[in-house]
């Protein structure tokens, strides 16, 4: 039997998220993003599309490398103006019954207590359909703005990662137990406080001492995305993730990488198929090769030579404007994106790629390759993606929206499905079982975070403490008595 290719698609609170300039296309409606509609429209259309779910990115900073100013930014909207991406995952979700939400968060400017609740909430009202897409970010803009002098070094955020989501681990698995819930309308009881304990969590970057302000949601850890592809990256998502996001140039990078973090994942006691890989594509299609091919050249005549230059300022952390356009391309060590910059530096065998290079190719696609065709193309293309890279799925981003979406659901859906590659009906009801299949809500036993499990039964629990036992006798009988109270 073929395998399944996980579909998710990749969207931003924003205008410009990886194709710069083309928010001025007339059919794109990306200036519709601060719009509640947009949102539950395209959750709609995913749904019909039988896509896994939406994988919403999230910056908080601006891009403001290129030219030392966030100027060439701001005139593309490239990635700014940018919203929160958490507020419309309620709304999508009561119009959808299947979708997922894979929801991006820094926890560099977070608090694991108060995040751990959000992700509960969230997984609460999706009714499991949650993942927590890990990011350390990657932005000096958005330090200086959050209370630092300047970013974190990158091998110390992955420090204060491991720590972090430990915590919001030992939250979401340990603090409750699972029948601490017992809404017992007769004795008035709806949690046993025995059986909800304190983590007791004192650590170096965070102190944490108490319960999980939520009772336990369906999946209780929300799905683990990550999308770490620097060596201290690729260990950090070996250990927690359960979908890594990469973005490789070619299959055979996409091997290479997928290779590396399997293997990461079976030294940390994982099975190697644990890790679903998704790579990041741009999809241009139409009923024939032809139209797809004059669809992708319309779309390049609004694409943005400045506003490709600013996103890849904010990844890389290299100011193109003060290169010469034709220097090849170079690896660096800085505190930014180092596996994006190493990707170019490395997708051509015969030569290195330069500036001019990245506005050429990847105006259109951000960081990851355009595959161009009509539904048998990019079938194929997609095809030799997983069967040569050895990945589970994709991230498709847009070059317009929702038009680039409208097209995947109508032409490449349909000829992955008769492949028997897409899924024609959703299997179980939360986002972790329509990875890996029904029955599978809650974390695996190899997962980090369930060594958590009844980790804090028979310890320390919320019915400790002293209270005025007299009181308490005084109390009960006008508990029980049905006084009419006025």
Not at 50 to 69: H, K, N, Q
Not at 198 to 224: K, M, N
Not at 259 to 272: K, L, N, P, Q
Request: aromatic content about 10%; overall charge negative; hydrophobic content about 40%.
């Amino acid at each position: 039997m073929p395998q399944r290719i996980i579909l998710n698609a990749f969207d931003m609170t924003c205008i410009s998220h990886q194709s710069a300039g083309t928010w001025r296309h007339p059919d794109s409606r990306a200036t519709s993003y601060k719009d509640l509609e947009y949102w539950t429209d395209l959750a709609q259309l995913l749904e019909r599309g039988r896509f896994d779910s939406l994988f919403i990115a999230d910056v908080l900073g601006t891009y403001d490398v290129y030219r030392g100013s966030a100027a060439a930014a701001l005139t593309d909207a490239d990635q700014v103006p940018v919203g929160d991406p958490f507020l419309q995952v309620p709304a999508m979700a009561l119009v959808t019954s299947h979708l997922g939400f894979g929801i991006t968060a820094a926890l560099t400017y977070e608090q694991p207590y108060a995040l751990a609740r959000t992700f509960s909430t969230l997984d609460h009202l999706t009714k499991g359909r949650v993942a927590w897409n890990v990011v350390t970010s990657y932005l000096n803009s958005a330090a200086v703005n959050l209370g630092l002098t300047q970013q974190m070094g990158h091998d110390e955020r992955y420090e204060l990662a491991e720590e972090f989501i430990d915590v919001t681990y030992k939250l979401w698995e340990g603090s409750w137990e699972d029948d601490a819930v017992v809404a017992d309308r007769e004795r008035g009881v709806y949690v046993d406080p025995t059986k909800v304990h304190p983590i007791g969590h004192h650590g170096t970057y965070y102190t944490v001492p108490g319960i999980h302000l939520s009772e336990p949601s369906p999946q209780r850890t929300p799905v683990i995305f990550q999308a770490g592809a620097s060596p201290r990256g690729r260990a950090f998502a070996a250990k927690h993730g359960e979908g890594v996001f990469i973005s490789p140039a070619n299959p055979e990078q996409a091997r290479e990488i997928a290779a590396d973090i399997r293997d990461r994942a079976e030294a940390e006691g994982r099975a190697r198929d644990a890790v679903k890989i998704f790579v990041l594509v741009t999809v241009i299609t139409g009923e024939t090769d032809a139209d797809a091919r004059a669809k992708f050249e319309e779309y390049l005549s609004y694409a943005s030579g400045e506003g490709v230059l600013a996103l890849y300022g904010g990844w890389t952390g290299i100011d193109f404007s003060q290169w010469d356009p034709d220097q090849p391309l170079e690896e660096v060590e800085n505190d930014s994106l180092r596996s994006v910059l190493a990707s170019l530096a490395t997708v051509d065998p015969d030569r290195r790629w330069t500036p001019v290079d990245i506005v050429r190719q990847r105006a259109i696609g951000g960081m990851g390759p355009v595959i161009v065709g009509g539904p048998e193309c990019v079938a194929d293309e997609l095809e030799r993606w997983v069967d040569e890279g050895d990945v589970d799925g994709f991230n498709f981003a847009y070059a317009i929206t929702p038009g680039t979406f409208e097209d995947l659901v109508e032409y490449v859906v349909p000829e992955l499905q008769r492949r028997g590659r897409a899924q024609t009906e959703y299997e179980g009801a939360t986002l972790r079982e329509a990875l890996y299949g029904s029955g599978h809500a809650r974390v695996d036993a190899a997962h980090p975070a369930a060594r958590y499990r009844g980790a804090f039964a028979g310890g320390p629990s919320a019915q400790d403490g002293t209270r005025d036992s007299r009181l308490a006798e005084r109390l009960a009988p006008v508990a029980s008595s049905g006084a009419d109270v006025r």
